[in-house]
C-alpha cells in the first residue's frame, strides 16, 4: 500500500528489509520480510504458500527490481506459468526479460537408491546458477520437504538444510521457503527449527460451509509485528491480507456536517446532521424502514454532488430503486448520472473476507464520499460474531481512513433486544439511530431514536416516523398525560385534547359572559340611584332657593315697615 | 558367465546381465572430493566383478560443469545415473553400501 510510510518503521535498530508489495502483508510485517534472510511460510495442502511465494518473487522482480529464483519441487514450469497467468501475473514474460528463473526439480523417490553416504550439493550447484543467471536478490524453494520424503537418510537432509539456510544466508538472498503444516509442529519436518527469522503460518479452515484463510506471523526476530491472525484472500488480482485494524486510530476527524437527507433528522441530530466521516448505525426490526433511511443519506450526499456506493445484501438494484421511487426518492436519476452505485450479492456467495475485500475494491475503484451497507446483519449469516466483528472494525476503519461517510443498517431479531445489535458494532459507531415499534391499541407504529452521536447535542426525544408517499416525516410523539402514543392513537388523543381544550374554554368563556351581566346589572343600579339621587338633589336645592328667596322677601318688608313707622333705634335714618 | 562369487554369498535370485548388453553408466561428482573419490572407486570395483567388459562409466564434475546437474535432475552428489540398459536408475551416495548399489542398478533383487 502505497500511502503508508516504510520508512519510519525501519529504523536502525530494525532489520533491514524487502517488501513483498503484497497487499497487507508489508503492514502487519511492518516493512516486509527480513532481507538476506529465509522465512519459513508454512500451510497445509492448497493453503496458498505457492501462491505467497511467487507473488513475493513477481513483484519484487516488476515492482522493486530484484530478479528471483523460484525453485518449484512440486510444480512443472509450464503447470506454474498456467496457474499464475489466472491470477494475473505474466511469469513468462518476467522470465523472457531476466528478472525471473522458474527451476523445476523432478525427484522421483522411486528412482532414488541410496548407497551411502551423500549432500545436496547438485542443488546447491542449481541454485547457485539459477541465482547467477539473472542476478536474483530473492529466491523461493517450494517446498523443500519433498526432499524428506524422497531420501530416506533424513539426518544428512537436515544437515544439508542448515546448509542451504546458510548458503542463502551468505548470499544476502531474500528467500521464502514453504513447508507442509505439521500434526503438533508448524511445519511435518521441523523446518522451522532451521529458519530462525521469520515464520508465517497460512490456515485455511471451513466455518459454516465457507472457506476462510488466515495468515499468521508466528516469530518474526528483531523485528515489531503483528501478533493476529489476519484473514487473507486469493482472487483475481492475486494475495492480499487484510490488517485487522489499521496500526493507529489517526483518521482525520471533520468537522463537517452533511445532512442526512431528513430535516427533522437533521435537526434531532445537533441541528446540522451527522460528521463526514462518521459511521452511522441504523438498527431496528423488520420493515421499520431502516433501507427508507439509508437511501435518504444516500440521495441527499447525491444532490450534493457527491457519489455513493450502495451495497445490497438483501435487495436488488432495481428492487430497491421501485420501493425508494415509491416514496418520491428518485435514485434511478443519480444512477444514471453515475453519481450512485449498486452493488447487490447475496452475502452466502462468498466468504466474509471475499465481502470485505471486494468492497475494499469497490470503494476503491468508485472513490464515493459515502457508503451504505444495508444490511449488516445478513453477512453475519456467513461468519461467527467475532469474524463479522473483526471484518466491520477493518470496514469501518478503512472508511474513515478514506474519509468516507458509512450508512449501516442492522436488523436486529428480537424486539425485546432492540439496543443490542446482533454483531456488537454499535461500539464502533459514531452515530446510533434506532427504529423502535412502538405498539399501541392494535397498531404498529415506528418511533425514532438517536441512541448516540458522538461529538454533537443530540435530542433525547422519540419522533414518531412516518413513511408517507412523499418521503419521510418525523412527527413528534404525544408525550401528554396519556403517555407516549403514536399513530391513530397519537391523532386520536389529540383530537380529544382538542375537544377538551374547546369544552374548557366554553366553559370560560360562559362564566364570563354570566359575569359580564352581573356588572351590566350592577352598572344599572348604580346609574339609577345616582338619578334617583340626583333627583332627590334637585328637589332640595329648589326647597332651599325657594326658602332664601323667601326669607329675602320678608327682611325687605320688615325694613321697610320700619322706614315707614320710623321707629327709634332701629334705622339709622 | 555366471561369477562364482555371487553364487556363493547371494540367496536371492540373481539377475546376470544379457550377453552383450552395454551398460553406459554416469557417475555425477563435486570435485575431487574425499566422497566422490570413494564413489568413483566403489562403482569400479563392482562393474568389474558384475558386469566385466559391458560398461562404460562417465564422471561429470559439477564443479567444471555446473550447468550440467539440470539434465539428470541431479540433486545430491555422488549420483550414479544407469542410462543403459533401461529404465533410467538413480542411485544417490558414496556406494559404500554394495547390496544396496547392486539392488539399485537391478543386478540383485533385494536385499538379504
Not at chain 1, 503460518?201 to 515489531?224: A, F, H, M
Not at chain 1, 404525544?478 to 374548557?504: F, K, M, N
Request: charged share 25%; proline share 3%.
Amino acid at each position: 500500500m502505497s500511502e503508508v510510510c516504510f520508512s519510519e518503521t525501519c529504523g536502525p535498530d530494525q532489520l533491514p528489509k524487502v517488501r513483498t508489495g503484497i497487499q497487507g502483508l508489508d503492514e502487519i510485517t511492518q516493512g516486509g520480510l527480513p532481507r538476506g534472510r529465509p522465512t519459513l511460510v508454512a500451510g497445509g495442502a492448497g493453503s496458498g504458500k505457492t501462491m505467497l511465494a511467487m507473488e513475493f518473487l513477481a513483484r519484487g522482480a516488476a515492482e522493486f527490481g530484484e530478479p528471483g529464483v523460484f525453485l518449484a519441487f512440486e510444480e512443472s514450469k509450464e503447470d506454474l506459468i498456467q496457474n499464475f497467468k489466472s491470477i494475473g501475473l505474466d511469469l513468462e514474460a518476467l522470465v523472457e526479460e531476466k528478472k525471473l528463473v522458474i527451476d523445476y526439480l523432478h525427484i522421483d523417490q522411486n528412482e532414488i537408491h541410496e548407497a551411502g553416504d551423500f549432500d545436496l550439493e547438485g542443488l546447491f550447484f542449481r541454485l547457485g546458477l539459477a541465482v547467477e543467471s539473472v542476478g536474483a536478490k530473492r529466491v523461493v524453494i517450494d517446498t523443500i520437504e519433498i526432499l524428506f520424503s524422497a531420501f530416506e537418510n533424513h539426518g544428512i537432509i537436515r544437515a544439508e538444510l542448515q546448509r542451504l539456510f546458510r548458503w542463502l544466508k551468505d548470499r544476502n538472498l531474500s528467500a521464502i521457503v514453504t513447508g507442509e503444516r505439521g500434526e503438533n509442529t508448524i511445519t511435518r519436518y521441523g523446518l522451522e527449527e532451521y529458519v530462525a527469522d521469520c515464520v508465517i503460518l497460512l490456515d485455511t479452515r471451513i466455518q459454516n460451509e465457507v472457506t476462510t484463510r488466515r495468515l499468521r506471523i508466528v516469530k518474526y526476530r528483531g523485528s515489531t509485528h503483528g501478533m493476529d491472525e489476519y484473514p487473507f484472500l486469493i482472487d483475481s488480482d492475486g494475495f492480499s491480507v487484510l490488517p485487522i485494524t489499521s496500526a493507529t486510530l489517526e483518521q482525520i476527524a471533520s468537522d463537517e456536517r452533511i445532512s442526512t437527507g431528513i430535516p427533522r433528522l437533521d435537526t434531532m441530530l445537533g441541528g446540522e446532521g451527522v460528521f463526514r466521516g462518521s459511521s452511522v448505525l441504523i438498527s431496528g426490526t423488520a420493515g421499520m424502514g431502516k433501507s427508507t433511511i439509508a437511501a435518504n443519506f444516500a440521495d441527499a450526499a447525491c444532490r450534493r454532488g457527491e457519489r455513493v456506493l450502495y451495497f445490497a445484501f438483501e435487495e436488488s438494484q432495481a428492487q430497491i430503486v421501485r420501493n425508494m421511487r415509491s416514496i418520491g426518492l428518485d435514485l434511478e436519476r443519480w444512477v444514471r448520472e453515475c453519481r450512485l452505485a449498486f452493488h447487490a450479492a447475496r452475502p452466502t456467495m462468498c466468504g466474509l473476507e471475499l465481502h470485505l475485500v471486494n468492497i475494499h475494491k469497490v470503494v476503491r475503484a468508485f472513490k464515493p464520499q459515502l457508503v451504505v451497507i444495508d444490511p449488516l446483519s445478513n453477512l453475519t449469516t456467513i461468519g461467527e460474531q467475532q469474524q463479522v466483528r473483526s471484518m466491520l472494525t477493518r470496514l469501518i476503519d478503512f472508511l474513515k481512513s478514506q474519509g468516507i461517510t458509512a450508512v449501516f443498517t442492522d436488523l436486529t431479531a428480537a424486539e425485546f433486544n432492540l439496543e443490542r445489535t446482533d454483531v456488537g458494532v454499535s461500539s464502533l459507531m459514531d452515530t446510533w439511530l434506532l427504529l423502535r415499534n412502538l405498539e399501541h391499541n392494535g397498531e404498529r407504529n415506528r418511533g425514532l431514536y438517536v441512541i448516540k452521536s458522538r461529538g454533537m447535542a443530540h435530542s433525547n426525544q422519540i419522533r414518531e416516523f412516518v413513511i408517507t408517499d412523499s418521503g419521510i416525516e418525523l412527527v413528534d410523539v404525544y408525550t401528554g398525560p396519556g403517555g407516549v402514543l403514536t399513530g391513530a392513537s397519537r391523532i386520536a388523543q389529540e383530537t380529544r385534547d382538542r375537544a377538551e381544550t374547546i369544552l374548557r374554554r366554553q366553559a370560560v368563556e360562559a362564566r364570563q359572559r354570566v359575569l359580564d351581566r352581573k356588572r351590566r346589572a350592577l352598572e344599572a343600579q348604580i346609574a339609577l340611584l345616582n338619578a334617583e339621587f340626583e333627583e332627590a338633589e334637585d328637589e332640595a336645592m329648589r326647597e332651599l332657593q325657594q326658602e332664601e328667596l323667601l326669607e329675602e322677601v320678608q327682611s325687605s318688608s320688615t325694613r321697610e315697615q320700619a322706614r315707614r313707622r320710623k321707629a327709634d333705634g332701629l334705622g339709622e335714618g | 558367465m555366471n561369477n562364482p562369487d555371487m553364487q556363493e554369498t547371494a540367496k536371492d535370485e540373481e539377475f546376470v546381465p544379457e550377453p552383450g548388453e552395454f551398460w553406459t553408466l554416469k557417475l555425477y561428482v563435486a570435485g575431487q572430493s574425499p566422497r566422490s573419490l570413494a564413489a568413483f572407486a566403489n562403482l569400479k570395483k563392482i562393474c568389474s566383478e558384475h558386469l566385466p567388459g559391458q560398461y562404460s562409466i562417465e564422471v561429470v564434475d559439477l564443479l567444471e560443469h555446473p550447468q550440467l546437474a539440470a539434465g539428470d535432475q541431479i540433486i545430491a552428489i555422488p549420483t550414479l545415473i544407469r542410462n543403459l540398459p533401461t529404465p533410467i536408475r538413480k542411485i544417490i551416495g558414496d556406494l559404500s553400501n554394495t547390496d544396496r548399489v547392486l539392488v539399485g542398478l537391478d543386478l540383485r533383487k533385494k536385499i538379504t
